[in-house]
C-alpha cells in the first residue's frame, strides 16, 4: 500500500489545477490499496508564514501549530505528493508559496534533507498566459523540491489560453495523468 497526498492550491475546486489531479489520483485508484488524501490550502483558515526561527533545525519538525502542521506530516509521511498552483502574476500564488517556505522545516542545519529517501513528487502548475511564462515556476518547484529531498517524477504544466478551453477536455494530457497515477497502484 502507497500514501498519495495531493496539495491543490487553488480556490477554483473545478478548475484546471483540480482535474489534472484528480486525473493522477483516478489512476492511482483502480484496484489497489493506496491511501489518497486531499489537502485544499484555499480551505485553510489559520496559517503562518515560516519566521525563520530554526527551530525545526533542533527540533525535527516545524513547531509552529495551525492548518499547516497536518499537511506538513501527511507529506512526511507520504510517499508521492502532487504538488499543484496556478500561476498568479508570474509566481505560483500566495497558498502555495507559504507551504513551500514551511518546508523548510524539512531540513537540517547542514541542509540534508529529513525526509524519507525516496519520496516521490509530481508538480502541476497551471495559467492562463503562454505555456513558456509558466515553465520557468514549473522548474523552480523542482529544483525546491529536489533540494528538500523529493525525487520529483513529472511536471503537468497547462495554460487555459485566457479561459479559452479546459485541461479535462484535453484528451492527451488526462490521459497521460491517469497514466501517472497506475504506476503507483499497489507500490
Sequence with gaps: ???IVAVLASPRTKGNSSAIVDAIMDGAMGLSTNVMKL???DNL???HGCRSCNACKSKGQCVQSDDITEILEDIRNADCVIFSTPVYFGSPNAQYKILEDRMYSFLKADMSSTLEKGKK???VVTCSGPVEEAMPIADKMYG???SIGFDVIDKFVFS???GTI????DGELMDR?????RNFRNT
Excluded: N, Q
Design 166 to 169: 479546459s485541461s479535462k477536455d
Design 39 to 41: 489537502h485544499r490550502l
Design 177 to 181: 495523468a491517469k497514466k501517472l497515477g
Design 1 to 3: 500500500m502507497g500514501k
Design 144 to 146: 525546491v523540491l529536489s
Design 160 to 162: 487555459d489560453v485566457g
Design 121 to 123: 513528487a509530481i508538480v
Design 45 to 47: 483558515r489559520s496559517i
